[in-house]
């Protein structure tokens, strides 16, 4: 077996010997049941470590990642992840999380073609032909994709805050928002880009 792997065992190691050391009981509790009141929705990018970055423990924090954090409606595995989240593990807060320098961002819209990456990304297109008059108005590129990094996160959150697991989550009376940030690379900050959406009266005032 490669070293590399080896040592990811031995880090494994250490790290669980580290957790019972400081609290004998933690992967017991876990065992037992995961009551997260949080569903993060996430860049692939290894560089967004998603428990790490809010400071939380494993069964604190449920989450999805894919390329640009997309959340399309017809996508069967962010719907069925949406779907537990909500119905099952009730989780209070939904984060859509993007960050500044996202490659799948810049990917979506840099001209070259990339196989079946290009149609995943498609959805970003759209959001930067919508927001075109806007984007050509910033000088540089990487403040334009700075912006579009932002305006597909606030997409994406309509889309969640839209899909029908959502809102018959609110129909019920279940307390849940649907939150948009950005996470800066260069600082480890997340910033809240002040999009939360709690019920289907916020869609049309809080998120273009």
């Known amino acids: 077996m490669p070293k590399t792997l080896e040592d990811l065992k031995i880090r494994n190691k250490a790290w669980a010997a580290g957790k019972v050391a400081a609290d004998p009981g933690f992967f017991r509790r876990l065992e037992g049941q995961q009551a997260p009141e949080y569903l993060w929705i996430g860049c692939s990018d290894s560089r967004v470590p998603a428990n790490e970055i809010v400071g939380l423990d494993p069964g604190e924090l449920f989450v999805h990642r894919n390329v640009a954090n997309l ?25 859509v999380v993007g960050h500044y320098g996202c490659g799948g961002v810049a990917a979506a819209v840099d001209g070259q073609r990339r196989g079946m990456v290009d149609h995943w990304l498609h959805p970003i297109r759209e959001v930067h032909h919508e927001h075109r008059h806007e984007l050509e108005a910033i000088d540089g590129d990487k403040a334009r994709w700075d912006r579009l990094v932002e305006l597909n996160v606030i997409r994406q959150v309509r889309n969640v805050a839209s899909d029908v697991f959502v809102m018959e989550a609110w129909k019920r009376g279940q307390p849940l928002c649907v939150h948009g940030w950005v996470y800066t690379l260069g600082t480890g900050i997340v910033t809240d880009l002040d999009v939360t959406v709690a019920g289907p009266e916020d869609l049309d005032e809080y998120v273009d």
């Open 71 to 95: 959340a399309p409606p017809q996508d069967a595995n962010y719907l069925s992840v949406l779907q537990f989240a909500v119905e099952v593990l009730k989780v209070k807060h939904i984060l």
